[in-house]
Antibody
């Protein structure tokens, strides 16, 4: 069974840091690019970051570039998002997701989501 | 950045009717367009990728068409479980962008 289990998240003050993780199973983890997508209540999804199959290429939304770092460990089937210098506007439900095919196409497997709340 | 504009914002239909949802891109995204369904408390569910390919397990009543800047998601005969919010998303260029959504509600 294909599964993605998320961990991390929580409550943090502005300027603080958090690390989100995804543990995947049931598919060839090293065969797909992976992404983080966030969503606030009542709004559409917002793409945050994507990492290539090998991890050599990373992509970020302008709103998080320089503050967030995406990484993966293909030997452990894990994806991570290190979030530094957090702002109130980073408050959201964060999902990890895998591409449906090599090169993109869409995201067919999603984690259950983890909440990040940035508040003083 | 490719801005995706979905229309209508809300679509009110009855079960059994046909639904047609639109997604227009501000620049060509070729066929790199996906459609998602989202219900409250759940992550988005991939329906269609590469404009017209149904994802695994998606019923045949869902179909996608279009290329370039204009795309359509069609649901041929609405089932009660189809009433949800639908989003389009492009993967043609960075940043990846999503549309603002179309809410499909029961009339």
């Amino acid at each position: 069974e294909v599964q993605v289990l998320q961990s991390g998240g929580g409550l943090v003050q502005p300027g603080g840091s958090l690390r989100l993780s995804c543990a995947a199973s049931g598919f060839t983890f090293s065969g797909y690019s992976l992404s983080w997508v966030r969503q606030t209540p009542g709004k559409g999804p917002e793409w945050v970051s994507t990492i290539s199959i090998s991890g050599d290429n990373t992509y970020y939304a302008d709103s998080v570039r320089g503050r967030f770092t995406i990484s993966r460990d293909n030997s452990k089937n894990t994806l991570s998002l290190q979030m530094n210098s957090l702002r109130a506007e980073d408050t959201a439900l964060y999902y990890c997701a895998k591409d449906v095919r090599r090169g993109g196409g869409g995201m067919d497997v999603w984690g259950q989501g983890t909440t990040v709340t940035v508040t003083s | 950045e490719s801005v995706l504009t979905q229309s209508p914002a809300t679509l009110s239909l009855s079960p059994g009717e046909r639904a047609t949802l639109s997604c227009r891109a501000s620049q060509s995204v070729s066929s790199y367009l996906a459609w998602y369904q989202q219900k409250p408390g759940q992550p988005p569910r991939l329906l269609i990728y590469d404009a017209s390919n149904r994802a695994t397990g998606i019923p045949a009543r869902f179909s996608g068409s279009g290329s370039g800047t204009d795309f359509t998601l069609t649901i041929t005969s609405l089932e009660p479980e189809d009433f949800a919010v639908y989003y389009c998303q492009q993967r043609s260029n960075w940043p990846i962008t999503f549309g603002q959504g179309t809410r499909l509600e029961i009339k």
